[in-house]
């Protein structure tokens, strides 16, 4: 279980970069209204991602990753909220919606749909202020999470199998021996030894490694075409961490869906990205092919994450460079670039009075950053 | 799972016999007994009693053998014969007595029961999940009135209400012209009118009550990562309420469900008396004051073995609800 096959395959790997996008956000702003205040957790995130690729989002503990991830399918709880943007996806067909729309009987009140300032993309649908049906139709079946924490992201008083085939049966109606046999084969997909027995254990009973093959299981159940996989290996050890990476990397080749990845630890990034979206505050900062990101870094906070990173054979008595200074408090957000204060480029009177531009070069790697303007 | 419950039962009989030990001990602990109770009345209807009149009484009821000769002869004969004893007061058995008002007190007390629930669980779960909402205020508004006013309270305003403004009479199972009449439709509607009074009275605090802890238990559970897994599948809201947090939370429910069991027949004491109901709660009470030790003994004996009865049902049932504990017990 060594993790250089993995980097290697990365590497061999070929995208298409015209492939049909799976995801797209544009401008998505997620707050939370607490007493104290509004917090923006995702402060206008523009991501793509294309069919089959898979995208790291790397970024400090709280710097929206997971928020934003949530609040692709609507997951965010209270008092989170999405305030702005869109979350594009491939429109479900239309006998998918109806299934999810028979699920529940009373029919709901539409919510008002936010006056759509941008046209839809062909062939896409915006879930924010959808038809509940809708984003019920494309939650679990296009789109499929898994969580970071296994143990209690299942239902502990369910069987496992039964939380499997919950997700098969709601977006494939058949028979529940069906829908069982279906369980057992993803079980055994996932590598879990005897999956004849363990469809039928609860969660407890199961290490913690386990759980997550469970919780990859059941993200696959309806062959998503995008996995958003939220931090999925941090409540793990190094070795099960390894294991569920080389799981995630060869379940993608073989079904050609797309990840997107949340993680803090750019070596996880490594392993499996294609390419790499570094969050800071909310934003993106910076986003790119995973081996033009770790050669040559442009955002002056991709290059201090990355000076932070102990590297094999590095002198002993060289010292880490952590990034400095520390994230600042939610509610006192730096005006302009929010890493101004943190930032060793900073410019008096540039950085700090108006949000960086995004610049994009040829290859299409993105920066936000006015270091770059005068290229352009 | 078997031996787990053997192992209970065994526990179960030795704490019986505490508490049975115990309650003889506490019924007999105040000065007097039930023959001083006797001198007491006769004084103040202006008799004597003799103090040979008084000794012969005690040997008939046996008050001067040994504390221990005496629990003896109570507990033989009711595990023995079924036998409780008999009642001084009333000069009959203490099981003939209170079956006469089982029956009520158990009515009584299931019907509320059930209102309590057909309540509680709706507006609690509402409550919950609107937390904050409009709802949720008023909901948690009547819960806090319904918990703060004494039933007492309730009862008498009731009373009041009904005989200023509904025509009622007060308190009681049935109207006047119906009380010694035969059983007739008449007589059933009329026990229905007088009934529901009681059982809203006696289910108010409990329906506050357990609004609360609906609310709260399942307000643990809302915002848990399981509950966005489920989301996350495509779940309707409404199954993946009623799937996952609404039956996480009913564990702590069915971990005290049991104690229902005593509350059957207990007989809701002070409502009782105030609206003069035949249940249990006022033999008891009656019992107390005239220091009629086997009817008192006996009854809250039997209280005790249901108690102790219900807290293994309860867990029994918690075992069945919830695998987690399912496997704490197969371990044990």
Known sequence: MLQTPTSDQTTSRRLDPDAPPVLQLTGLRTEFQLEDGVVTAVDGVDLTIRRGETLAVVGESGCGKSVMARSILQLVDRPGRIVGGQVWVPRPASTEVERARGRSRRRRRRRETPAETTVAPEGMVGLIGADPAIIRAVRGKRIAMVFQEPMTSLSAVHRVGDQITEAIQLHAPMPKDVARERAIDLLRRVGIAAPEKRVDAYPFELSGGMRQRVMIAMALSCDPELLIADEPTTALDVTTQAQILELLASLRDERGMAIMLITHDLGVAAQLADSVAVMYLGNVVERGDLAEIFRSPRHPYTRALLRSIPKLGQGRDIRLAPVRGMVPHPFARPSGCPFHDRCDSFQPGRCDTAPPPLIRDDQGHEVRCVLYEEDK | ?332
């Open chain 2, 1 to 332: 799972m078997g031996k787990y419950t053997l192992r209970r039962i065994g526990l179960m009989v030795i704490t019986l016999v505490a508490i049975s030990f115990v309650t003889f001990w506490i019924i007999q602990l105040p000065p007097g007994d039930y023959v001083s109770t006797l001198v007491a009345q006769a004084e103040s209807r202006g008799q004597v009693i003799t103090p040979e009149q008084m000794a012969a009484l005690r040997v008939r009821y046996g008050l001067d053998d040994p504390f221990l000769v005496q629990y003896w002869n109570w507990i033989s004969n009711i595990v023995f014969h079924g036998d409780f004893g008999q009642s001084f007061a009333y000069n009959r058995p203490v099981s003939t007595l209170i079956w006469d008002r089982v029956a009520l007190s158990f009515f009584l007390s299931v019907s509320t029961l059930l209102f309590v629930w057909a309540v509680a669980f709706p507006v609690g779960i509402y409550s919950a999940v609107k937390q904050y909402s409009p709802g949720d205020y008023i909901a948690t508004f009547f819960g806090f009135v319904g918990m703060a006013i004494p039933e007492f309270l309730l009862a008498l305003v009731f009373l009041w209400l009904g005989v200023r403004y509904f025509d009622q009479s007060a308190g009681g199972l049935f109207s006047p012209e119906y009380v010694d009449a035969a059983w007739n439709l008449g007589k059933v509607l009329d026990l229905a009118s007088h009934l529901w009074l009681p059982i809203l009275i006696i289910g108010i605090s409990g329906t506050a009550g357990l609004i609360r802890v609906t609310r709260a238990n399942l307000l643990d559970e809302l915002y848990k990562p399981y509950v966005i897994t489920a989301r996350a599948k495509g779940l309707s809201e409404w199954k993946l309420l009623v799937k996952y947090p609404v039956r996480m939370s009913l564990s702590p429910f069915f971990s005290t469900v049991g104690w229902l069991l005593p509350g059957l027949i207990s007989g809701e004491t002070i409502i009782s008396i105030v609206l003069s109901l035949p249940t249990t709660g006022p033999l008891l009470f009656g019992g107390v004051l005239s220091q009629d030790m086997y009817l008192v003994g006996s009854f809250i004996l039997i209280l005790s073995a249901l108690t102790v009865v219900g807290t293994l049902l309860s867990d029994l049932a918690l075992a069945w609800w919830d695998p987690r504990i399912r496997r704490r017990y197969q371990e044990s």
